[in-house]
């Protein structure tokens, strides 16, 4: 990034009350996502804002490895845009906004194509924890079936509230939801953890892809395997610093 | 690219009169698509000839990630060059006129040999829609042999115009047709499109591969499921970036 | 590395009695694994201290790809640190110090998830030598059930130095011990054996994995088929090389 | 590579009367099997010297990727070294001089651990032609057991002219020829063709390996399916740029 990006890489005058750190982080999620392969030109990250509880944080509809500080947008949980002033915002923002409406615990949500989650979405194999760092995908991530509430005539998309609402109760309480021949979507506490969640969803289904293709029993992890606080800010750093983000919230 | 090779980059004198960013553009298909690996050493992409629909531009037969505008040749749909002034040109090109003479709505035309699509063409199973954004690949892509046309004694290529007519007539009104152990052949109404769906082709048929590994009965889209207009401006500026291709027509 | 932080990676004077060589080979060891995926933000290397037979030598507690020889803390064999100076150290350290215990000819241990051998650790397919440069694998390499010993309800991690002996009693005399669900550990005579061997199990593991998607009888190494002294050399400056890693033993 | 070692990269006196061209080619070769992964630390690449037919010209025993022309050495057809001056030598070159000796259409050789053919050497499931490129590869390439020379106590490696005249009387008249959990030896009648070849056994094996996964019959080549003269400078060139290589016969 130029310093003249650098320089324009402001947060605009109605951020003025946020913390900084919360937008140079979710820039940097965008980043970190579209470094590992996990969001391509499609696919976004939220965050729940900090100031009210009842909106969330994206960016403009661009591509996540191009987005800074200055594409930030806030939505109410109908996922209205309050501030794009013209900027164009993600078709599919509904996914957010829903998630956050029935899980006030969930702080942060990702949507993506993770290219080796995808397969488990049209098979009936179960996506499981194979691996401990997947643990949180627990012993089976439900699928959601877009054909069960739009019927056969559907375009595949999340375009409404009312889509985005029938996802969210499929992800019940759950970590991850996958969306039938599309992607998924992984809520999360907090912004590293739903990163980390993206990030090691993909991990375990390229693992458990090849125990499959092993054959033979597999064992996955029990209910019980899994560590009480997981550490997610080592990766982060290393993520962080692979995708080249800064903490400028600048595009690298 | 250095400065001197950037202003190398010209366009000749038979296009004063095309838009300079159409062949800009075939520039950044070309880098795009040999960034992706979907066009290797060997490949082409081409795009009718908006002054003429009688006529297709091609670049001169160089590796794809080494074309500039200077590279540009004018093809008729029997494939002549009229302007190669000594220049090589790609010997297969016969698929990109013929195709362009069955399907006055096709407007851009890859061939490539691109890795995870090849092993559908000599297998049994056909290479469907399994992901929202290889919905164009609808219920199934045929798989051209070329055995039925030139005999069990044959080279392998389309170094004719006979070989490409029966390849276009085997894509029909699809959009991509698999040639058997070679590679594949895309049309799409305009570059942008034709580029998606080359990369997208790809894409698909990795998830579809995975899917079988996995085993048990598969969910392919349906007929329907599908976006009314496809989003190409977006992913083309991210390829496009990563190419490193730029606005001059150069090679990055 | 910019030449501050050259500068900076200096070996502590509780190392002014260690041949500083070993120090640049255990940073440069980080580096190598971390390049080749074998070590993500996760994972540790470790070697004996050459001073005192009692005694390891392993980073602080951050990501592989960051270390430089500042880094060094020395550990005795039931892993507690000796001169931490309140620098965070690796959970399982244990791994190490029992590692070390049990065995006297072992000089170097590496932990990591390395990607394609976890999923042998869940299937009953034993990995074993397929590949000459594998053969330290031999006839098959045990798998260790961390639910053998800490029951049903563990964290899957090796936090207690009971766990990490029952764990080296599982390598044995072997070269290396998988572990289930989780990962895999890796001894040597010394560090560029050890570090050879963490990245040749990953070799060989996506080698049979493919052997066995082949399908059919595979013929393994026999027992005898190894070289009297693997070289190890060349691939290290290789892959030292490939790393960025200098003599400084610094950060590249 | 910086101008102190593009000046040193200079030809020794032996080699006055020799084509500059035929070393700064084999230089190339090195760092383009290299770049592919096709060699790795180990593996090595000959040419038959064109000033006499009965030596080959090979570098000393260094990584691929590290090779300058400084490293030329000959050999003679019992692969002794006739100017080494103390410089090591490659162990298995013993299947370089088996070959030229017993195929005087051979002009080129690289043996290598190329990654996807090794699992084609350790099961039943022979390697053929898929792809019109790998078409050099016919109806099935032949594996060569050392056990059937050796005996069961060997160390998996040529180290004499005994075995490497039994690997090039299994290679027989073919272009390549497995040796069972080790590698492969190519050969072709020049440097290009052998380096083209190398490249497309890994793409075919991969390509091979995809279609046996997807399940059902194989169409594979028929024994006439190929090209008159395969053109292997287009992608030579191109393999050259990626890979760094210059026209000094440096070290990028």
Request: net charge neutral; charged share 20%; proline share 5%.
């Amino acid at each position: 990034m130029d310093s003249k990006n650098r320089a324009a890489a402001q947060l605009g005058p109605d951020y003025a009350d946020l913390d900084r750190e919360i937008a140079v982080d979710l820039v940097a999620a965008n980043h970190i996502l579209a470094h590992h392969g996990v969001l391509d030109s499609f696919g976004h990250v939220s965050v729940r804002d900090p100031r009210d509880a009842n909106r969330y944080l994206q960016m403009q509809a661009i591509a996540p490895r191009d987005v800074t500080i200055n594409d930030l947008i806030t939505f109410d949980l109908d996922s209205n845009a309050l501030n794009a002033r013209g900027r164009p915002v993600y078709r599919e923002r509904f996914i957010h906004g829903q998630i956050y409406k029935l899980r006030p615990d969930v702080n942060a949500v990702v949507h993506s194509h993770s290219p080796t989650v995808i397969p488990f979405s049209v098979t009936e194999k179960p996506l499981r924890a194979i691996f401990h760092n997947g643990h949180f995908l627990g012993q089976g991530t439900p699928v959601w079936e877009i054909r069960a509430v739009a019927g056969a005539q559907n375009n595949m998309l999340v375009l409404t509230n009312e889509l985005g609402r029938s996802l969210a109760e499929t992800l019940g309480q759950g970590s991850v939801v996958l969306m039938r021949g599309h992607g998924n979507a992984v809520a999360g506490p907090d912004l590293k953890t739903a990163v980390f969640r993206a990030i090691y969803t993909e991990v375990n289904a390229k693992l458990q892809m090849q125990a499959v293709m092993l054959g033979g029993p597999i064992t996955f992890l029990n209910e019980y395997e899994q560590e009480k606080r997981q550490n997610v800010d080592r990766p982060w750093d290393t993520w962080r610093k692979e995708a080249g983000a800064d903490s400028t919230g600048g595009n690298p």
